[in-house]
């Protein structure tokens, strides 16, 4: 639980001066569109980072109006753990309910494998199913 009160305030932390910066210079020109390797239209890089200051700007805002439920413009403590930890048990909802394939209310150690074997092929497409870590 701690870990993840921890990870929240360091996004919190980072996305603030992305907010701050996206909100105090706007750009004075849109960038030029660059062409990609493969001879189409692409997106140059001072485009994409102004796009993904934007986007990561305005998650956070949406993140803090979640977390500040008394609309007073802070965050306290207990606001900021409970939105993070309705967040995990979220999480690990939906994680149960993708392993749980038969939807019983239980895993089983079957069901627990296929998971892990699956997983384990996704980061290394090489895996054999049945090798074990």
């Given at each position: 639980m701690m870990r993840w009160a921890a990870?929240?305030?360091?996004?919190v932390l980072l996305a603030a001066p992305i907010a701050a910066s996206?909100?105090?210079s706007p750009p004075?020109?849109?960038?030029?569109?660059?062409?990609n390797k493969a001879g189409g239209a692409g997106i140059a890089r001072q485009e994409y980072l102004l796009d993904?200051?934007?986007r990561a700007a305005k998650l956070a805002s949406r993140r803090f109006e979640a977390m500040d439920t008394g609309?007073?413009?802070?965050?306290?403590?207990?606001?900021f753990v409970k939105y993070?930890?309705?967040?995990?048990?979220?999480?690990?909802?939906?994680?149960?309910?993708?392993?749980?394939k038969d939807h019983n209310g239980v895993i089983e150690q079957a069901e627990l494998d296929a998971w892990k074997?699956?997983?384990?092929?996704?980061?290394n497409?090489?895996?054999?199913?049945?090798?074990?870590?």
């Open positions: 990870v929240g305030v360091l996004c996206a909100q105090s004075a020109s849109p960038p030029a569109k660059s062409s993904a200051k934007a609309h007073k413009g802070v965050v306290t403590r207990d606001q993070y930890e309705e967040r995990s048990a979220q999480f690990a909802s939906r994680r149960f309910d993708l392993i749980d074997a699956a997983h384990r092929r996704l980061k497409p090489t895996a054999s199913p049945t090798a074990t870590k």
